[in-house]
Each structure stands twice: as C-alpha cells, then as structure tokens.
C-alpha cells in the first residue's frame, strides 16, 4: 500500500534502523527495488527527481509506482518528490498523489543559487502547511551540500559557484538545525556532512576530515525527535568501477560514503539515505558487460535483464546493511 513518509520513518527510529531511499526513473529499477524489497521483507521509499519528471513525466512515473504497489500489495511503499524546488513543485505533486515530498529550501527557485535562511524557513514552512493538512510528509534541507576536500558546493546539486566556502558553511550548523525545526515543524530534515551526489564525492576513502559523521551525532543529540536524512549516500562500489573500465568504460578514480559510514550515522538518528548513483553503476556495469560479451545481441530486453539484477542486488544489500530485513 502507498503510506506517507512518516509512517515509514517513525517505525525506522522506533526499531533502530534507516531506509534507503531509491531514485527511479524507468521501469526496470522500480522492478529492481521491488524484487529486492519482497527478497528482504523491506519497506519501501521510492523517490523521483526533476530530472526524473523531465526524463519519464510525471504521469508516467506515478503510474510505474502505482503499479509496484498494485504488484506487491503487502509491501509498504513512499512516493517521494526528490528535490523540489518551490512550494508550488511540491504542491503539485501533491496534487497528483505523492504521499511525500522534499522541499529542498536550501537553493533558491532557480535551483543555483545559495538561499537565505529565512527563505528556507518561510518556504518549508509554507509546505508543511499545506502537505500536513493532508498527511503528506515533508522533507527538508538545512546547508550546503559540497565536497571537504575541494571546499567547493555541489555541483549536480546547483551550487555550482566556484566559490571557496568554509568548513563550517559546508555543514549543518547543530543550532540552527534545532531553530529550523521548531519553525518549520518538517517531518525530516537532510543535513549536509560533507556528501556531494554523483560518482565523484571523494578522491580517497573518507575519514572524519572529509566525511562529518560526527556533526550527525551532535545534530541529533540537540534535535533527537527529527529524522535525518543523508542525501549523495551512494557508495560507489570499486568492484562496480572496475566492470565499468574493464568493458569500455571511462570513469577516473574515485569513492563514494563507506556502508560503515552510514551504519553509524544510523546509530544517530538518520532515518533515509537517498541513493541513486550505486544502481545507475550497477546497470551500466551490466549493460556493459553483457553488449561487450554478446556483440550480436540487440533486443533492450537482454541486456536490461542483467542491469535489472545488478540494480536489484545493490538494493538487497543497502536493505540488509540499514537493518530493514522483515521491517515490512
Ligand atoms: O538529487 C540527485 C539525484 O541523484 C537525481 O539526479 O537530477 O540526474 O535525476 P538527477
Ligand atoms: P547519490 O548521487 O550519492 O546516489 O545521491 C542521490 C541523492 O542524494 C538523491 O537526492
Ligand atoms: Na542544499
Ligand atoms: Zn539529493
């Protein structure tokens, strides 16, 4: 059944484990997270972006998620707006039936710039408004996503600005994440701790300079009540790399935020780890493998079947090392 996001999250901290939250564009991946969930007995929160509403269109999006609820009726399942960029984004989706959104108050309208705070409070507010008058969840976003390392804001994320920020402007400030809470009153709040999204977050594994896990933990002691959010949480995979070069593939070296990292994030009250890029690398390295190995194959079904088992093994993974296995 489609259930709002909160249900979800409660029943995560009152067990003590965090959900993956799966971008999807086609069909092949909302199959993939199904079958992974149904394998592992998990709850489910399937999200689409901008990009994902632009690529497939909304209708047809909705209709795919519509149709994974349809097919396993016994699993719970979040229709999530990814991102949204104004109130009136997220009150569309709304309006055409998304039981969740993220009012992403962190950039401005156009998506580029860096917001103010009380413009992130005045348009989260607004949401939470009108979507807890219907039982839609809100998620919203407090800080800069960007990179410890090269000091810079996220590019995919529209902080594109070559502007060099601070170590304190690229984390959420502990303070301030407990002013915005009270005064906006979201459901969930994503906090920037040094992830970036895409493949190329680190150039080394991280450790505690690149990767603040510990402002997770000073966070959630100020704010215990709120559900956390960890966006650009892929992992990228190395042995995923390594397929992608091996067939023909170009993807310099680079590392994404250890499965470890996130188990002990959870520990510290984050409930939703957004995850696109991992199952993007899954079914390229399969589609790769697969056309490279089988040059005279030529029906999308044959290679979208290996991609779409990759995609579902990265997401059995992520439900079993999130502790969701049986939560359904
Ligand atoms: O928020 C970032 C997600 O990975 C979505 O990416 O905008 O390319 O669909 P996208
Ligand atoms: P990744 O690019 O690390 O998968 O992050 C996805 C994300 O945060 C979507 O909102
Ligand atoms: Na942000
Ligand atoms: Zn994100």
Redesign the pocket.
């Known amino acids: 059944a489609l259930v709002s996001m909160r249900q979800l999250l409660d029943h995560a901290a009152e067990h003590g484990y965090g959900l993956p939250a799966f971008?999807v564009n086609n069909l092949e991946q909302v199959q993939a997270i199904m079958a992974a969930a149904d394998q592992t007995g998990s709850p489910v929160i399937m999200?689409a972006?901008a990009g994902a509403r632009k690529y497939a269109g909304e209708a047809f999006l909705r209709h795919l998620i519509d149709a994974a609820v349809e097919a396993y009726p016994h699993i719970p399942v979040v229709m999530h707006q990814?991102?949204g960029q104004s109130p009136a984004v997220c009150m569309a989706a709304i309006r055409s039936g998304f039981t969740s959104v993220m009012m992403d108050g962190s950039l401005e309208a156009d998506g580029k710039s860096v917001a103010s705070y009380d413009y992130n409070v005045e348009v989260s507010k607004e949401v939470v408004k009108f979507a807890h008058s219907i039982g839609v969840t809100v998620e919203a976003e407090l800080g800069v996503l960007g990179s410890l390392e090269t000091m810079k804001g996220d590019k995919e994320d529209g902080h594109g600005a070559d502007r060099t920020m601070t170590r304190e402007e690229l984390l959420t400030d502990v303070a301030q994440a407990a002013d915005f809470v009270a005064r906006t009153q979201c459901d969930a709040l994503a906090i920037a701790i040094g992830t970036s999204?895409?493949a190329y977050k680190f150039t080394r594994k991280p450790t505690g300079d690149i990767l603040a896990i510990d402002r997770i933990k000073e966070i959630h002691a100020r704010i215990p009540n709120t559900h956390l959010v960890m966006?650009?949480?892929?992992s990228v995979p190395q042995d995923l790399l390594a397929i992608i070069r091996e067939f023909g593939g170009d993807m310099k070296e680079t590392y994404?935020v250890p499965v470890e990292e996130i188990q002990e994030g959870i520990k510290h009250g984050v409930r939703k780890i957004?995850?696109?890029?991992?199952i993007r690398l899954a079914m390229t390295a399969a589609i790769r493998k697969y056309l490279f190995e089988n040059p005279s194959k030529f029906d999308p079904r044959d290679y979208l079947k290996p991609a779409r088992e990759a995609a579902t093994q990265i997401c059995k993974a992520r439900y079993i090392s999130f502790g969701c296995e049986g939560m359904a």
Request: aromatic content about 0%; charged content about 20%; hydrophobic content about 5%.
């Open positions: 971008n999200q972006s990814d991102h999204h895409g966006h650009g949480s892929s994404g957004n995850i696109d890029t991992d």
